[in-house]
C-alpha cells in the first residue's frame, strides 16, 4: 500500500467543508501535523462530523478519569482489537498525557503483565473486559472495579471509550489507516519548537 493513508483514498484539509476545516484545523495547529484519521474519514463529512463529535464528549469533557486514563483506556482497546493506527496515535499521546515514555508500548504489547498502579489495573481489566468479550460483561466485572474504587461515572467513561474506540478500531481496519509518522516519536523525542 505504500504510504496511502487509507484504502479507499483521502482529502486534503482544504477538501473539508468549513466547520471541519477549522475544527481540524485547530488540532494540526496544536500538534503541528493532520492525523491521517481525519484525512481518511473527510470523504463522508457527516460521518466525520459525527465521530469527532463522539470523541470530544468522550475525551474532552469534565470527568474523575485523567486525559492520560482515558488514554490508557484507548491503548488497551486498541492493542486488544489489533488496531495498529489507534495503537500508535493514541500512544503517543498517552506518552505525552502521562509523560511516561513506557507506559504505552507495555499496556500494548501486554496488557497483565505491564506494571500498573491499582487504578490503573482497574482500568485497563474494565476496559479489556468490554473490549475482547462483551457479551459476558455483567456483575462480576463491575463488582471489581467498583471494589478497585472505580465510582459508577468512571466506569460508565470507560465503557463508553472503549465501545467507541472498538468501532474507531474497525474502521481503522476497514480502511487499512496507516499512522503518521510523526506518532511514532511523539512523547518520545523533545518536539521541535
Known sequence: MGKEISRFGSV????????????????????GFVPNVFLAL????????????????????DSSLSKAERELVVVATSAANHCTYCVV???????????????ADLVAANPWGA?????QRAIVDLA??????????????LAAARAAGLSDDE??????????????????????????DEFFLM???PREK
Not at 465521530?51 to 475525551?59: E, G, P, S, V
Not at 506518552?95 to 511516561?100: H, I, L, S, T, W
Not at 460508565?156 to 474502521?171: C, H, K, P, Q, Y
Open 12 to 31: 486534503r484539509l482544504t477538501d473539508l467543508p468549513e466547520d471541519l476545516r477549522d475544527r481540524i484545523g485547530a488540532i494540526a495547529e496544536k500538534s
Open 42 to 61: 473527510g470523504h463522508r463529512p457527516a460521518e466525520l462530523r459525527a465521530f469527532c463529535d463522539y470523541h470530544d464528549a468522550l475525551m474532552e469533557r
Open 89 to 103: 496515535a493514541h500512544g503517543a499521546i498517552l506518552r505525552v498525557r502521562a509523560k511516561d515514555d513506557q507506559l
Open 115 to 119: 506494571a500498573l498502579s491499582d487504578r
Open 128 to 141: 479489556l473486559s468490554v473490549a475482547q468479550d462483551s457479551a459476558r460483561f455483567g456483575e462480576r466485572e
Open 155 to 180: 466506569i460508565w467513561d470507560i465503557g463508553a471509550i472503549t465501545a467507541f474506540f472498538a468501532m474507531s478500531n474497525r474502521l481503522a481496519h476497514l480502511m487499512a489507516l496507516r499512522p503518521n
Open 187 to 189: 512523547g518520545r523525542v
